[in-house]
């Protein structure tokens, strides 16, 4: 018996962002640095950055409930909840799970996705086989960040770059042609140290020597980082649109992860996207890695922008080094 097979889309979204702003201007007071400097550099204006007491999972659960609550599903209808993220509440369990808890959602399975940067489309891919072979009705996939907490405030190169928050989408069955129409991923782990966390997990446990060292914080290898990223997330871009048997010329919207407004600019000119067609919100938000993607479909969505129809391009590269791109029609 031929098994059906079902497209999977985007059925609502959600976000979630701390309250607390950190300006350069803030910034220059806690490091040598300007706000001419990280504005020409990066593209950041501010970013928001998490209390004491909020988890990545606190912020996850509350983009998760405004996506349930867009589409009108419980908690309880929830099959599948699939949480991007560098920062996880603890090594383990999966924060999830912890998701899952918060937002009361008995009946579903729960893990994390760890690709840093890529993690939101990696988890769009799998959640898009999942949907697609009938194996689920519904996911919550999430991605989320508490990214200044493994920011080291000493370090002008890394700590300006960073921001925290959440962003969900419920994704479910759609008409064949609409949604997800392809998706591409790919890793080089030959590239681990251009971007990692040294020390904290079972290469390098914790130490007195390791937390006098500051191997706890991000670290990353920026120029180069540079280079591989904007390659990365060509490849990825022209991938999928091969993949679907579209041109260039039909993306509608380019959404690229929000890390650096170099990067975005690079992507976009060898893409041959004009400006109009890049969304761009690096600015209030810095790099919110596996967030980034989703905030800014909720905020382009508010915007306007995705039309019934319109084909939009997401692309993103991080640490691993990872990459990976999803096109879909609207």
Not at 35 to 56: F, P, V
Not at 80 to 92: K, N, S, V
Not at 253 to 277: D, G, S, T, W
Request: proline content about 3%; hydrophobic content about 45%.
């Amino acid at each position: 018996m031929k098994r059906t097979v079902y497209g999977a889309g985007i059925l609502s979204l959600g976000m979630a962002v701390p309250d607390r702003v950190l300006t350069n201007h803030d910034l220059e007071k806690m490091v040598d640095t300007s706000d001419e400097w990280i504005l020409s550099r990066t593209g950041i204006r501010e970013r928001r950055i998490s209390d004491e007491w909020t988890a990545t999972s606190d912020l996850a659960a509350e983009a998760g409930r405004m996506a349930l609550k867009e589409c009108g599903l419980s908690s309880r209808d929830v099959q599948l909840i699939i949480l991007a993220t560098a920062t996880p509440d603890y090594p383990f369990p999966a924060a999830a799970c912890t998701v899952q808890e918060l937002l009361n959602a008995e009946n579903a399975a729960a893990f994390d996705v760890s690709a840093a940067c890529s993690g939101f489309l990696y988890g769009m891919t799998i959640a898009r086989g999942l949907i697609s072979s009938g194996e689920y009705e519904n996911i919550l996939l999430i991605g989320a960040e508490t990214l200044t907490k493994i920011c080291d405030f000493t370090d002008r190169s890394t700590c300006v770059l960073f921001g925290d928050g959440a962003g969900a989408v419920v994704l479910g069955k759609v008409p064949r042609g609409k949604g997800i129409l392809s998706t591409y991923l790919k890793s080089d782990g030959r590239l681990t140290k251009i971007l990692n966390m040294p020390a904290g997990g079972s290469r390098r446990p914790a130490t007195a020597e390791t937390v006098e060292n500051r191997l706890h914080y991000i670290k990353m290898m920026g120029n180069e980082l540079f280079k591989y990223a904007t390659r990365a997330m060509e490849e990825a871009a022209l991938e999928a649109i091969r993949r679907a048997g579209l041109e260039e010329s039909d993306v509608d919207l380019f959404i690229p992860h929000q890390a650096n407004i170099r990067i975005i600019e690079a992507a976009a000119k060898r893409l041959h996207f004009p400006e109009e067609k890049v969304f761009i919100n690096i600015d209030r938000y810095g790099n919110t890695s596996a967030a980034s993607i989703p905030i800014a479909l909720v905020e382009a969505q508010k915007q306007g922008l995705l039309k019934d129809g319109s084909i939009v391009l997401l692309v993103a590269a991080g640490g691993g080094v990872t990459w990976a791109s999803v096109l879909l029609r609207w």
